[in-house]
């Protein structure tokens, strides 16, 4: 199973973390939530915000292509890198991963999940 390791985030994340053995198939939001890493998703995982846009720093031509309707959201985000991804949509395949969340978020209001 690939690992998924997390870049240190000062709010989210601030020691960053490594997620080993992560479950192929489910998005990187989901993994990151059940392990206690509490990325934003304002629309609870349904690719209707931009809250848990992550910039993938290794293993990104790993993932699935993005639909069209997750890069129009895409545009919107805060930090747009070119291997930008919502993580409620990327889904881990078979490679290892590395994701950095980025610093700000064009989320207005923050809501504890």
């Known amino acids: 199973m690939p690992k998924l390791t997390v870049l240190p985030h000062p709010d989210v994340c601030p020691n960053g973390a490594v997620i080993e053995n992560a479950p192929q198939g489910v998005s990187i939001c989901r993994v990151m939530l059940d392990n206690h890493i509490e990325l934003e998703h304002a629309c609870e ?3 209707a915000c931009t809250t848990c846009h992550v910039v993938v720093r290794e293993g990104y031509n790993s993932l699935e292509d993005a639909t069209d309707s997750e890069e129009d959201l895409l545009d919107k985000a805060w930090g747009l890198s070119s291997t930008s991804r919502l993580a409620c949509q990327a ?16 989320n207005h209001a923050k809501e504890n999940h």
């Open 45 to 47: 995982l349904s690719c």
């Open 91 to 106: 889904k881990i395949a078979d490679t290892d991963l590395t994701v950095e969340i980025p610093r700000y978020t064009i």
